[in-house]
């Protein structure tokens, strides 16, 4: 039997960074090359040189167009890779936006920046596309196939094969929970999964999540104020709006002006609703889709009640910061959390209860409700990946619980060890590991 190794560079030990290597002795392949994200000392570390020469991958594959799994893939392409990198149709296009914007936010002069958009632009020259469930052939005697994750669209699970045998990568696996993306309940067959553990040891509250938001938009149109949702750019924003729109047109909620105030949001909505293929699906009386920093400012004053969804979705950038310099100090308005928080973040500040948060560099007292709905998690919960690993057992000899923070991944191994017998480590940063493919 051959044998290969896998190296967890990234995404092990922490949630963020992603970057697997499988390397097969004849040939090296990479899943999903992404960004640390949380504090700026986390972000700083995203600029060292790969602990890989670059030039020697032949293959990338690309999980999904979360930044935490793709934003360092201009990085690599400075580095030297030339080879081909392998996404859904959907994930390449969501990645041009999100790249561009990774790269505005990088706020550094032009002359210290890590790569510029060229390196983008050479990225996606490199850029393939196949369908769920197409056979690529790689390198070496493998072939990649890619299996919906319903986690964002165009989100996929890799499977990697040689000899009959074959690697699972899951990359982010959906929570079951989107109006607009289907549910996952089984693994493709594999003897290895590197398994993510986002909320490893989270059980998600059984909660209506369209009737706890109904009720923060009451509660928060009751009070006169503002609605400030953190919000990710791709799928938790479209999410939303379908909800937003639902509650108005049902009446559920009164109806307000709801602003989407994120240029990236904008145009990945539009890469949705070309993708979705079922027109405008998102759009309402009231919705406004901000682009200019000049209406961004402007709607501090705009007449409350008011919802704005703002990126980032952990506050830790982006336009949502400056309305959290007004919003949080006000005791009418409203904060709403809705997806994971990083260590580090302001947005997990916010969420353990802290009074004063640093906004660029000023404490600001928070005196806005803090609310947080999970249920719009794109993340299966530790029960749901639990089961997805019960009901694909069969075969498997090894989960590799990676992408999770270490109590989080080291209580999903042991779960997975003691209720399903089956073999689970959680790896930690730059561990390698041999395996029979
Ligand atoms: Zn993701």
């Known amino acids: 039997m051959q044998q290969s190794t896998i190296t967890f560079y990234g995404g092990a030990g922490t949630v963020t960074g992603s970057n697997f290597m499988l390397d097969t002795g004849g040939a090296k392949f990479l899943v999903d090359c992404g960004m640390q994200q949380g504090s700026h000392k986390d972000e700083e570390k995203n600029w060292v040189p790969f602990a890989y020469d670059a030039k020697e991958v032949s293959h990338l594959i690309v999980t999904h167009a979360h930044i935490d799994h793709i934003g360092r893939i201009p990085w690599l392409v400075k580095q030297g890779f030339a080879g081909t990198i392998l996404s859904t149709a959907a994930t390449r296009a969501l990645a041009e936006p999100m790249l561009h914007d990774a790269f505005k936010l990088l706020d550094m002069k032009e002359a210290d920046t890590p790569y510029t958009p060229v390196h983008i632009e050479k990225a996606l020259s490199l850029w393939k596309v196949a369908q769920y469930g197409e056979d690529v052939a790689l390198a070496d005697g493998c072939t990649v ?3 919906d994750a319903g986690h964002i669209l165009g989100s996929a699970m890799a499977t990697i094969t040689r000899n009959g045998r074959t690697v699972l990568f899951s990359g982010d696996i959906g929570g079951g929970n989107s109006p607009l993306l289907p549910h996952i309940d089984t693994l493709p067959k594999a003897q290895y999964v590197l398994l993510e553990s986002v909320y490893g040891d989270r059980v998600r509250q059984d909660e209506d999540r369209r009737e706890r938001l109904e009720n ?35 009446k559920r909620v009164p109806a307000m002006p709801v602003y989407v105030d994120s240029p990236l949001a904008s145009k990945v909505t539009a890469v949705f609703i070309q993708e979705l293929g079922k027109g405008d699906i998102f759009s309402f009386p009231g919705l406004k889709f901000i682009e200019t920093t000049e209406e961004s400012r402007a709607l501090e004053h705009a007449p409350n009640p008011k919802i704005i969804l703002a990126g980032s979705g952990m506050s830790t950038g982006g336009r949502v910061i400056a309305h959290e310099r007004w919003v949080l100090p006000d005791n009418k308005s409203t904060l709403l959390i809705v997806g994971y928080q990083a260590a580090g973040s302001v947005g997990r500040r916010l969420l353990e209860g802290a009074k004063t948060v640093d906004l660029h560099h000023e404490p600001v ?38 992408e999770g923070e270490p109590a989080s991944a080291a209580f999903l191994t042991q779960r997975i060890r003691d209720y399903l017998s089956v073999d689970a480590v959680a790896p930690s940063a730059g561990e390698q590991a041999v395996i029979n493919l």
């Open 145 to 147: 196939a890619l299996h």
């Open 365 to 402: 007292k928070v005196g806005a409700k803090v609310e947080a709905i999970f249920g719009y998690s794109a993340h299966r919960d530790g029960e749901g990946l639990l089961e997805l690993v019960n009901k694909s057992s069969d075969g498997i000899e090894k989960v590799f619980v990676v």
């Open 216 to 250: 923060v938009i009451e509660d928060s149109a009751g009070r006169g104020g503002t609605l400030l949702i953190p919000a990710f750019s791709t799928e938790r924003t479209q999410d939303l709006l379908y909800e937003i729109k639902t509650l108005m047109s049902e």
